[in-house]
């Protein structure tokens, strides 16, 4: 059943991108850039690839090159997303953009690109470094995962210092929860150990209550913060998040209840996404810590291009010759109103 949809994909894509192809030592007329997310509804994916098609649009616009971009979602499979590389590739995409399912398992991916002379960017789903040294035309396109851990941290024990109100018990150590993202992922594990060691660090004595696993969907959140009401109650002081859907998933757990605003625990995430800032305008988050997908999709275009149109290397900004990283921002409850996001340069 999938394969046979699978087909009429790609048959809707030849018709719309016939003609493209890798041209050597010609003036680049056109080019293909295929795209395979681990799942289309992630919140921050979503937006960070709405973006990406933006800049396709204005890169187009600029340059008079066509630019075709495909995106593909693997839904959570890896074998999906290694027939979708192959596929891609026997299109004739001159770049794939792969946001791994599983970052640990890249090398059907690897092996498929180097057999057939095709760059690959990963992209917001780190690799190990080992493997993104398996090859020269290998790239990542990220953050850097303990810098958010560290914002979020330092924003929970500002809270804490400044908001007595949030030591309900008047013990002077701030009570907390976590909710993480999926197991195994760099931004979970990474996120969690910064954030908690950041508010030690800024002289809040802390207390763990318990975690839950919620995959950094908003709707799993809810649950697991059911959860831990029933089992903690007005115990929890700060809710620690990986990401904004699961820190307004514990919200909707507040409201759900009906807890009066004044004795909700601070609630605090990462990403900054649309619904993630307004929620600290409105006082809901006490703060968030902004990733930056602007950035990132404007970063992973640019090397797209340069990669596709056979341009100088030398003129992306790379660590290593193979990685890019954009810096995360602290949004505080204070600065929220006056925050926008930073956009992309050039865009
Ligand atoms: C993180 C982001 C999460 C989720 C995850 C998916 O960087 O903060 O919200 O999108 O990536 O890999």
Not at 7 to 31: D, E, I, Y
Not at 243 to 268: E, F, Q, T, Y
């Amino acid at each position: 059943m999938r394969k046979k949809r699978w087909v009429a994909v790609l048959a809707a894509g030849m018709l719309l991108l016939s003609g493209c192809g890798r041209v050597v030592n010609q003036p680049v007329k056109s080019v293909k850039i295929g795209i395979s997310v681990y799942d289309q509804y992630d919140t921050f994916v979503a937006q960070m690839m709405t973006a990406f098609n933006l800049y396709a649009t204005k890169k187009q616009e600029m340059t008079g090159i066509t630019i075709n971009v495909e995106i593909y979602n693997a839904a959570g499979s890896q074998s999906t997303q290694n027939e979708q590389v192959e596929s891609m590739i026997e299109e004739g995409c001159n770049v794939i953009c792969v946001n791994l399912v599983d970052r640990t398992d890249p090398s059907t991916i690897i092996d498929t690109a180097e057999k057939n002379n095709v760059p690959v960017i990963f992209f917001n789903r780190e690799l190990v470094e080992e493997d993104l040294k398996r090859w020269d035309k290998l790239y990542y396109v990220g953050a850097e995962a303990f810098e958010s851990g560290i914002m979020e941290g330092e924003l929970a024990a500002a809270a804490f210092a400044e908001e007595t109100g949030f030591d309900r018990n008047r013990d002077g150590i701030f009570q907390y929860i976590v909710l993480e993202g999926e197991v195994g992922h760099q931004d979970s594990i990474v996120r969690t150990e910064y954030s908690v060691n950041t508010i030690i660090q800024q002289g809040v004595p802390v207390e763990k209550l318990g975690y839950a696993i919620a995959n950094w969907n908003r709707a799993q959140a809810q649950t697991k913060m059911n959860q831990l009401l029933e089992e903690h109650g007005d115990r929890i002081e700060l809710v620690l998040a990986n990401n904004d859907d699961m820190a307004l998933g514990a919200i909707d757990a507040l409201k759900a209840k009906s807890i009066p605003r004044k004795d909700w625990p601070a609630v605090v995430g990462i990403d900054g996404t649309d619904v993630g800032l307004e929620a600290v305008r409105s006082g809901e988050l006490i703060g968030t810590v902004y990733n930056d997908k602007e950035g990132q999709a404007a970063a992973m275009l640019e090397l797209a291009y340069t990669l596709s149109t056979n341009g100088d290397m030398k003129t992306v900004d790379m660590l290593d010759g193979n990685t890019i990283r954009l810096p995360y921002i602290k949004v505080s409850a204070r600065d929220a109103k006056e925050f926008t996001p930073p956009g992309a340069a050039g865009y």
